[in-house]
C-alpha cells in the first residue's frame, strides 16, 4: 500500500469487490491493506460458489469489514426466511449455495436444512448478514452491489446488468459483473469484481471521498 495513505483517515475508504467465499484470497489481499486506517467495505456476493464461505464471513467479522447485499445474500437470506418452502431452497442451492452449505456442515444423506439453519444462527452469521444494507453513501460516493439505475428500485440496487446513472459529484462504486480488470470511469462508477471465485483475482481500492476518485488499487490473484 502507498505510505502516504497507510495512515490516512480522513476522507479515504477502501472497498473491496466480490469475494464468493474465496477465503484466502481475501486474507492475502487484507495483508495488503490491513495498514490503512480508514473504514473497510464490501460491494457484497461474499458467499457461494467458493468453498470457504463459512471463513469468509467470520473474517469479515473479525476484522469488522462493511459488506452491502448482493444478489447471493439475497438468495440466500430467502432461503433461511423461507425454509420451509423447498422452492427458495433449490434456488439458492442452484447459483453456488450448495458450496456455502458445504462450509458449514459435512453434507449426508442425514443433513437437512434444518441443520444448516441451526448452524448459522448458533454462529451469528445469519443475523451479520441480514444486516447488510442496500447501500452505504459516504460523502460523494456510493457503494452498492449493482449499481444505481435508470428507473431501479431496491431490488435492482443488487441485481441489475445495466450501466448505472451518472450522478452529478458521485462516484457509484460496485460489483456483480465480473471482469478480468477493474472498470474505472472517473467522475462516474467503478466496477471491481474482477472475478476471484472464476480464478482470476480479488481487487480493492482505496478511495478519497471527497474528490470521489481512486486513490489505489490493490489485488490478490486467486486461491480458494
Avoid at 74 to 103: C, H, M, P, Q
Avoid at 163 to 181: C, S, T, V
Wanted: net charge negative.
Amino acid at each position: 500500500m502507498n505510505k502516504n495513505l497507510k495512515n490516512s483517515t480522513r476522507n479515504f475508504i477502501a472497498v473491496i469487490g466480490d469475494i464468493h467465499g474465496c477465503y484466502n484470497t481475501l486474507v492475502d489481499l487484507y495483508e495488503k491493506i490491513k495498514n490503512f486506517k480508514g473504514n473497510i467495505y464490501c460491494v457484497g456476493d461474499v458467499i457461494d460458489r467458493g468453498i470457504n464461505s463459512k471463513r469468509v464471513v467470520q473474517f469479515l467479522i473479525d476484522k469488522k469489514i462493511k459488506p452491502v447485499i448482493g444478489n447471493h445474500e439475497y438468495w440466500f437470506l430467502d432461503a433461511i426466511k423461507n425454509k420451509e418452502d423447498i422452492t427458495y431452497i433449490r434456488k439458492w442451492l442452484v447459483y453456488g449455495g450448495d458450496s456455502t452449505l458445504e462450509s458449514y456442515l459435512p453434507v449426508n444423506e442425514n443433513t437437512t436444512f434444518n441443520d444448516f439453519y441451526d448452524e448459522v444462527i448458533f454462529q451469528g452469521h445469519y443475523q451479520f448478514i441480514s444486516g447488510f444494507p442496500l447501500k452505504y453513501e459516504i460523502n460523494n460516493v456510493i457503494i452498492s452491489h449493482a449499481g444505481i439505475i435508470k428507473n431501479g428500485d431496491d431490488n435492482s440496487i443488487f441485481f441489475n446488468y445495466e450501466k448505472p446513472l451518472q450522478l452529478n459529484g458521485k462516484l457509484q462504486i460496485f460489483g456483480h459483473i465480473p471482469y478480468k480488470e477493474i472498470q474505472y470511469i472517473k467522475d462516474w462508477y467503478a466496477s471491481i469484481d474482477t472475478g476471484c471465485v472464476f480464478q482470476n483475482k480479488l481487487s480493492a481500492i482505496v478511495v478519497d471521498t471527497v474528490k470521489a476518485e481512486i486513490a489505489e488499487i490493490i489485488e490478490s490473484p486467486y486461491s480458494e
